[in-house]
Nanobody, 128 residues
Framework: QVQLVESGGGLVQPGGSLRLSCTAS????????IGWFRQAPGKEREGVSC????????YYDDSVKGRFIISRDNAKNTVYLQMNNLKPEDTGVYSC?????????????????????WGQGTQVTVSS
């Protein structure tokens, strides 16, 4: 059974940092495109960042560029989202998603419907 589990969320003050983890069971993440998404109360889900196979091709939404870093640790079957200089507008439920591409050269996307495996999410609250 495939399962994605997010962890690392919490309450942090503006300007603080958190590192989210997405750990998988039942699949090997290094063969999958991975995306991070978030959903704020009353808003639609939005894509934040993604990483292609090999960890060398990454994409960031403009709202997080320069502040968030996505990375893989294949030995731990985990993908991280390091979030720095957090702002109140970063508040939301953060979820990771996985999609196995047809080829290893496929570029990741932050378009949610492209992914078919999702975690339950972890809450991130940025507030003073």
């Amino acid at each position: 059974q495939v399962q994605l589990v997010e962890s690392g969320g919490g309450l942090v003050q503006p300007g603080g940092s958190l590192r989210l983890s997405c750990t998988a069971s039942g699949i090997t993440l290094d063969s999958y495109l991975i995306g991070w998404f978030r959903q704020a109360p009353g808003k639609e889900r939005e894509g934040v960042s993604c990483v292609s196979i090999g960890d060398d091709r990454k994409y960031y939404d403009d709202s997080v560029k320069g502040r968030f870093i996505i990375s893989r640790d294949n030995a731990k079957n985990t993908v991280y989202l390091q979030m720095n200089n957090l702002k109140p507008e970063d508040t939301g439920v953060y979820s990771c998603a996985a999609e196995r591409p047809l080829t290893s050269s496929t570029m990741c996307t932050i378009y949610g419907p492209e992914y078919d495996k999702w975690g339950q999410g972890t809450q991130v609250t940025v507030s003073s």
